[in-house]
């Protein structure tokens, strides 16, 4: 069967080569008239024996319509931020950030330069988090170019960086303490609040904690810890803590702090900050979206699952599975992995238990440990030997079936990617000598 792109359904196609130690790190796409995919390509050293695994380094950017056709290289060796269509490359080496068009050769404006690769998108500039400094400042330039000015002179030397973006508004704690809010096109200061030892913010921008007190970059200390919801003004004082211990506390529609460091967290509920006490000896996995939780009895061996459902308001709960595996939630319900005798953990059978309980489903034999769900409920996987980092691509169809589709496949998940659209195809990374490159594959 032909497909739209010009090649055949089921066999694999390269359409750029790689270097024996390089790999797709991961695919960006980019909206516009006619949509393309940017292909960001690290270079992965070999491992030492006995050591772990070398850390991968960015090294070039390749630019593609949907099918793998008309290649580009572009500049930079890392995509810094993408949005509504607009596209920032950097150089990690030299620290500089292109505003590029992957559409257009000629197109390729640098907007900083000397900066670290902390840069976001903001409306009509280009905001820098520029940490080579110490402490670090915020630089910004329109991103049609222009001159760069500096948005803040300092932010306070925190790890992760205590600023984030909320649209056309830099919200940044300052060495001294206070957090502001900055209009990043004029550079007014919009708001002021002083006495911040720490802040996290949401994704959305809606909500920050607020940690009272004085940075303190060299020590951990804790203090008074406030939910702050900017929508409505509400505030609320939660525990005492250092958010140092709790740096991603976001968690769907929770906040999640732990009181101190290595202690059980505590789980709090968005909006209004109210405390769901977990029952005792286990841990919060996830939430069900039905106002249910999902926890599994802690501590266990490791590989060793028991996994419940938990209603906070009724206090009910399910039993969801007991025994080996490794578990992932879905909306669909929870998948667990169960390692053979064979390979142990890199292949295994993929059981699926509902929400609801029951007794777990196959949903997938003989699958590998490295895997994607394709849109239509068939599963992708790469089936390497334990010390290997290629293996068989394989399609695993819903009756059991297996299918293999490719040799020689990089085990990460990037893969495993299949585009947003049911006719976009399947792009992975072959590491098999003269054969290696970039594929694309319609399953």
Not at 36 to 41: D, G, L
Not at 225 to 236: A, C, H, K, N, W
Not at 262 to 289: A, M, S
Request: proline share 9%.
């Amino acid at each position: 069967m032909e497909d739209p792109c010009g090649g055949l359904v089921g066999e694999p196609e390269r359409f750029a080569a790689l270097g024996p130690d390089e790999r797709l790190h991961r695919i960006v796409e980019v909206e516009g008239e006619a949509a393309r995919a940017v292909f960001e390509i690290h270079r992965e050293p070999p491992a030492e024996p006995d050591e772990p695994s070398p850390k991968s380094t960015p090294v070039r950017l390749i630019s593609t319509d949907v099918c793998g056709d008309d290649e580009l290289p572009l500049p930079g060796a890392m995509v810094a931020a993408v949005d509504d269509g607009v596209i920032l490359s950097c150089d990690p080496t030299t620290g500089t950030v292109y505003r590029i068009d992957p559409e257009d050769r000629d197109t390729r404006a640098v907007l900083f330069s000397g900066v670290e690769c902390e840069v976001a998108i903001a409306g009509s500039h280009a905001v820098a988090f520029d940490v080579s400094t110490r402490p670090p400042r915020v630089l910004t330039v329109p991103l049609e170019g222009g001159n760069e000015r500096v948005l803040l002179e300092a932010v306070a030397p925190l790890d992760p960086p205590p600023v984030a973006i909320d649209e056309d508004r830099l919200i940044a704690l300052q060495p001294d303490g206070q957090l502001v809010t900055v209009d990043i096109t004029y550079g007014s200061t919009l708001d002021v609040r002083e006495d911040v030892a720490d802040v996290r913010i949401s994704p959305d921008a809606r909500y920050v904690l607020v940690q009272q007190g004085t940075p303190s970059p060299d020590e951990v200390v804790a203090g008074p810890v406030v939910l702050v919801d900017r929508q409505t003004g509400s505030e609320r004082v939660l525990i005492d803590a250092a958010l140092a211990w709790s740096p991603a506390p976001w968690f769907s529609n929770l906040l999640i702090l732990a009181p101190g460091a290595g202690q059980p967290v505590r789980v709090f509920t968005l909006p209004n900050g109210n405390e769901i006490v977990l029952p005792e000896g286990t841990g919060l996995r996830g939430t069900v979206g039905d106002g249910r939780l999902w926890i599994g009895v802690v501590p266990l061996d490791y590989g060793r699952l028991l996994e419940r459902t938990w209603d906070p308001v009724s206090g009910e709960s399910t039993l969801l599975y007991d025994g080996e595996g490794f578990a992932s939630g879905t909306p669909d319900g929870l998948f667990v992995h169960v390692p053979s005798e064979a390979r142990g953990i890199q292949l295994g059978t993929l059981m699926r238990v509902s929400w609801d309980g029951g007794t777990p489903a196959v949903a997938a034999p003989d699958i590998g440990w490295h895997r994607r769900r394709m849109a239509d409920g068939r599963w992708l996987s790469v089936v390497a030997d334990p010390d290997d980092d290629v293996g068989t691509l394989v399609l695993h169809e819903a009756d059991g079936a297996r299918r293999e589709l490719d040799q020689g496949v990089h085990v990460h998940a990037p893969a495993l990617t299949v585009g947003r659209d049911g006719d976009d195809p399947l792009v992975y990374t072959v590491r098999d000598g003269p054969r290696s490159g970039l594929y694309r594959l319609r399953p």
